[in-house]
């Protein structure tokens, strides 16, 4: 039997250990953002002798996420796929303003922010949760009261001060008099 003239199959690149092709051809290729180092898609690309993948491409397939928390990255170093941790369009919280933010980056949370919502605008974070500020809500509930002192002597003192005018004009009754 003589060898076939023509092949219906492609010729697939050989990456040496440099990442360099070996030999010319097709390979399968898993490309991930620069920036963030997700993984974005698969494709297949033809690679020439003595010529590396484009940036961004490996030949090694990454094992996918079993949760919708959790996203493909290329490591650091580019060795290999991994795993973290992908809070993605969560709301958090900032343990030291109490401040909500939405998450935006693939890892895990830094440790000024947390998933826990604080119930009250007077709440520290103590490590693990939120802790009422007693001295923080005392002097709110001061201001509040010195607040609603001001507002009620004002209001008084309006009273009084047309019930006084109604009676220098004489034309207070004699319930309006009673009052003053």
């Not at 898609?41 to 590396?52: F, K």
Request: proline share 4%.
């Amino acid at each position: 039997m003589t060898e076939q003239k023509y092949s219906l199959e492609h010729e697939t690149a050989i990456l040496g250990k440099d990442g360099l092709a070996i030999q010319a051809g097709w390979i399968k290729v898993y490309h991930s953002n620069q920036i963030t180092r997700e993984f974005i898609a698969s494709d297949i690309e033809y690679v020439m002798l003595g010529v590396s993948l484009s940036a961004g491409a490996y030949p090694d397939a990454p094992e996918l996420p079993g949760s919708h928390d959790e996203a493909v990255c290329r490591s650091v170093d580019s060795k290999c796929w991994e795993i973290l941790p992908d809070y993605r369009g969560k709301i958090a919280y900032n343990t030291l303003t109490r401040a909500a933010i939405e998450i935006t980056e693939i890892g895990e949370l830094p440790d000024t922010l947390t998933f826990k919502k604080p119930p009250t605008d007077f709440d520290t974070w103590d490590g693990k949760e939120w802790v009422v500020d007693k001295d923080l809500l005392k002097s709110h509930q001061i201001n509040e009261a010195k607040q609603q002192q001001a507002a009620l002597l004002q209001q008084a003192n309006e009273t009084i001060s047309l019930l006084q005018d109604s009676v220098d004009l004489e034309v207070a009754t004699d319930s309006e008099k009673e009052a003053l």
